[in-house]
């Protein structure tokens, strides 16, 4: 029989931070009723009590956070992001320019590969009315078909690799409150990259981090929301935690990126602190694959190609800002 832990000697990673958090909050409200009661002495002393209790609760948690905690992608959440991350929203993404148009002109773009805009509605119409869209593995193959088709649409004579489930080796952050430091690692679900014609062969067969980092290839990597478990805003942190890590290990500054679900889909850029702790990103409006309401079910044109364009203009500019010819322009937040 194994030893029976005592309790909260389980809490690991993420869970220890956020314990942390909470507590930390729980203080602050305790201090301020302690505040707003005042002459009430019996009430001032029970929230005396109850603040005492909640500073050795403390103490205790940080005591176990010292030295580094290690927790993955799909432990961030909102508060953990801009308390512990230091990594905060900025301006928001809107269209720019005419998307249906644009979309009209990637359809051309396949240079006779496979799959063409054709190919690639006929594809998303068999999965409609072949696949529940009711697990992961399900919306992986509306990913999955995209992402063919954003391979015929790379610029110029470059290749694309894509890789399921990336490995990103452990990357270290300080927390501010110096109390602990955090290792986060993780998988992402698709890393799109482009390489030059004589480096596709090398790379097809590797799909190491370190190798993506020693060639300086283009890569967009794209965070998969799990189909039905909540609105696909809420799987943001995790994407952007995705991306931080990214962009400490390859260095650099700026990282496109994006979270879908297969039929939704937010665009994001995060940008790098200069010191290398924490930053900040902004996002797009959810853009929606749209499908009919009768049996047989059928895509509706333009969604598709209006995705596809986005990742293939993105691939190709994954660590840079926006530029003039982008599919989005940023609006600042109110």
């Keep these: 029989m194994s030893e029976r832990r005592a309790p909260g000697s389980s809490l690991k990673g993420a869970e220890l931070i956020r314990a942390i958090c909470n507590l930390e909050e729980l203080e602050k409200l305790a201090r301020e009723e302690e505040f707003e009661e005042g002459g009430e002495a019996s009430v001032g002393l029970a929230t005396n009590v109850l603040s005492g209790k909640i500073k050795d609760l403390l103490i205790t948690l940080r005591a176990k956070s010292e030295g580094a905690l290690t927790f993955s992608f799909s432990s961030v959440d909102f508060d953990i992001l801009e308390e512990k991350l230091r990594i905060s929203p900025r301006d928001t993404l809107?269209?720019?320019?005419?998307?249906?148009?644009?979309?009209?002109?990637?359809i051309l773009q396949s240079g006779g590969r496979y799959m063409t805009s054709e190919d690639m509605y006929r594809h998303l119409n068999m999965l409609e009315n072949l696949v529940p869209k009711a697990n992961e593995?399900?919306?992986?193959?509306?990913?999955?078909?995209i992402f063919f088709r954003v391979s015929a649409m790379v610029s110029g004579n470059k290749g694309m690799v894509l890789n399921l489930e990336q490995h990103v080796p452990a990357v270290g952050i300080p927390v501010p409150?110096?109390?602990?430091?955090?290792?986060?690692?993780?998988?992402?679900d698709y890393a799109a990259l482009t390489t030059d014609p004589y480096e596709h062969e090398?790379?097809?067969?590797?799909?190491?981090?370190?190798?993506?980092?020693?060639?300086?290839?283009?890569?967009?990597?794209?965070?998969?929301?799990?189909p039905g478990s909540s609105t696909?805003?809420?799987?943001?942190?995790?994407?952007?935690?995705?991306?931080?890590?990214?962009?400490?290990?390859?260095?650099?500054g700026i990282l496109r990126g994006a979270l879908t679900n297969g039929h939704e889909w937010i665009f994001l850029i995060f940008y790098l602190d200069k010191d290398g702790i924490g930053g900040t990103y902004t996002t797009t409006p959810i853009i929606k694959i749209q499908v009919n309401d009768s049996y047989p079910f059928c895509?509706?044109?333009?969604?598709?190609?209006?995705?596809?364009?986005?990742?293939?203009?993105?691939?190709?500019?994954?660590?840079?800002?926006?530029?003039?010819?982008?599919?989005?322009?940023?609006?600042a937040r109110k």
């Excluded at 596809?308 to 800002?321: M, N």
Aim: proline share 3%; charged share 20%; with cysteine.
């Design 137 to 145: 593995a399900g919306a992986r193959l509306w990913i999955d078909a």
């Design 202 to 226: 090398s790379f097809i067969q590797t799909s190491h981090f370190q190798f993506i980092k020693h060639k300086n290839l283009n890569g967009l990597f794209v965070a998969e929301a799990k």
């Design 177 to 188: 409150d110096k109390a602990c430091s955090l290792n986060i690692c993780g998988t992402i």
């Design 94 to 106: 809107v269209k720019k320019g005419n998307h249906v148009n644009r979309a009209a002109e990637s």
């Design 232 to 252: 696909l805003a809420q799987h943001v942190p995790r994407a952007v935690a995705e991306m931080y890590a990214s962009a400490k290990y390859l260095n650099k």
């Design 299 to 331: 895509i509706l044109s333009p969604g598709p190609d209006i995705v596809a364009g986005i990742l293939a203009y993105w691939i190709d500019r994954s660590f840079s800002d926006l530029d003039e010819n982008d599919w989005f322009s940023q609006r």
